[in-house]
């Protein structure tokens, strides 16, 4: 039997425990009842951002955009339906860069859209520019 992994619930914060193999069985948090994993991107603000990025036993890929980004905006459907191919093996956040300016700082995000990959707190690889889910999907692979 594996170690139990945390898993942050996108509705409440709380800090869930559970077997690796249940991640596929649409797992729900003990503190809030709802589902653990949504099928969608998550709008965090830098405090939700530090918790998911701290605790989250899996990959957790970040978005950093912007409202008057119009690239951003494109990319946003796309981005939308890789979370619905990547989770519950990679929780997907959106950062906005204009309201989370201190997160845009500490990581030198220089152009957005940008995604930045994150494994154990840490970041592991970086991608700017716009893509498409396909792209996106592929390129989280080949970094994990």
């Known amino acids: 039997m594996s170690d139990p992994i945390h898993i942050v619930c996108p509705q409440c914060d709380a800090v869930n425990r559970l077997a690796p193999a249940r991640l596929a069985d649409n797992p729900v948090c003990g503190k809030c009842a709802q589902p653990?994993?949504?099928?969608?991107?998550?709008?965090?603000?830098?405090?939700?951002?530090?918790?998911?990025?701290?605790?989250?036993?899996?990959?957790?890929?970040?978005?950093?955009?912007?409202?008057?980004?119009?690239?951003?905006?494109?990319?946003?459907?796309?981005?939308?339906?890789?979370?619905?191919?990547?989770?519950?093996?990679?929780?997907?956040?959106?950062?906005?860069?204009?309201?989370?300016?201190?997160?845009?700082?500490?990581?030198?995000?220089?152009?957005?859209?940008?995604l930045a990959l994150f494994k154990g707190g840490r970041e592991i690889a970086r991608q700017p520019g716009a893509m498409d889910a396909g792209n996106i999907v592929a390129w989280v692979q080949s970094k994990l």
């Open 36 to 114: 653990l994993f949504t099928g969608r991107p998550l709008d965090v603000s830098s405090e939700r951002f530090a918790r998911h990025i701290s605790r989250n036993d899996i990959p957790v890929l970040v978005d950093f955009w912007a409202e008057w980004c119009g690239p951003c905006k494109m990319m946003a459907p796309a981005y939308a339906q890789a979370a619905g191919r990547l989770e519950p093996r990679v929780r997907l956040l959106k950062v906005n860069t204009e309201l989370a300016q201190d997160l845009s700082a500490r990581f030198a995000i220089r152009s957005i859209p940008t």
